[in-house]
T-cell receptor
Framework: DADVTQTPRNRITKTGKRIMLECSQT?????MYWYRQDPGLGLRLIYY???????NKGEISDGYSVSRQAQAKFSLSLESAIPNQTALYFC????????????FGDGTRLSIL | QKEVEQNSGPLSVPEGAIASLNCTYS??????FFWYRQYSGKSPELIMF????GDKEDGRFTAQLNKASQYVSLLIRDSQPSDSATYLC???????????FGKGTSLLVTP
């Protein structure tokens, strides 16, 4: 089983719908992150969480919200999806030490029509 | 803005050759450096990390770090077609909250 699991893997939805992407991990890491990836723009940080009560905005948080339900679970919501939120979304985790690498889930391909 | 720069490529090398991928960064306080490989439509996969100046070897991969010049490179020896992917450089500092990623270099290994 994957250490960092994202659901769903693929989602097609319509403009204005509320969408939730879920991430769970079995690595025991405190830190969790949400990124989106667009062709030519690389990985961009949406939100990050250092523990259940510590949630922070990344560089592109507008239009998104997150919830850290437990150490192992971090979900990303699009309250009212718009077409330019069509992208590949990745969840990642890391240990508390900032020198540690991040480990990525398999990603969610989200298409908003 | 803490920048991590990579040539987007594509870098094309013949099978069996050495592929050299480069990355420069702007934050002099950077402490840790990572290379990820990403196949099209897949997630980034960690392949190397380096913390100290000099070279670090792992199988066919060698990471090189020069903090004075603020660059980190990845060498892939005996390149194989299966190495064809995008390689992401990522950099962190002790004051950083997350990794700063470059946009990646596309590598194509031709048979």
């Amino acid at each position: 089983d994957a250490d960092v699991t994202q659901t769903p893997r693929n989602r097609i939805t319509k403009t204005g719908k509320r969408i939730m992407l879920e991430c769970s991990q079995t690595k025991g890491h405190d830190r969790m992150y949400w990124y989106r990836q667009d062709p030519g723009l690389g990985l961009r940080l949406i939100y990050y969480s250092f523990d259940v009560k510590d949630i922070n905005k990344g560089e592109i948080s507008d239009g998104y919200s997150v919830s850290r339900q437990a150490q192992a679970k971090f979900s990303l919501s699009l309250e009212s999806a718009i077409p330019n939120q069509t992208a590949l979304y990745f969840c990642a985790t890391s240990q508390t030490n900032s020198n540690q690498p991040q480990h990525f889930g398999d990603g969610t391909r989200l298409s908003i029509l | 803005q803490k920048e991590v720069e990579q040539n987007s490529g594509p870098l094309s090398v013949p099978e069996g050759a050495i592929a050299s991928l480069n990355c420069t960064y702007s934050d002099r306080g950077s402490q840790s450096f990572f290379w990820y490989r990403q196949y099209s439509g897949k997630s980034p996969e960690l392949i190397m990390f380096i913390y100290s100046n000099g070279d670090k070897e792992d199988g066919r991969f060698t990471a090189q770090l020069n903090k004075a010049s603020q660059y980190v490179s990845l060498l892939i020896r005996d390149s194989q077609p299966s190495d064809s992917a995008t390689y992401l450089c990522a950099v962190n500092s002790n004051s950083g909250y997350a990794l700063n990623f470059g946009k990646g270099t596309s590598l194509l290994v031709t048979p």
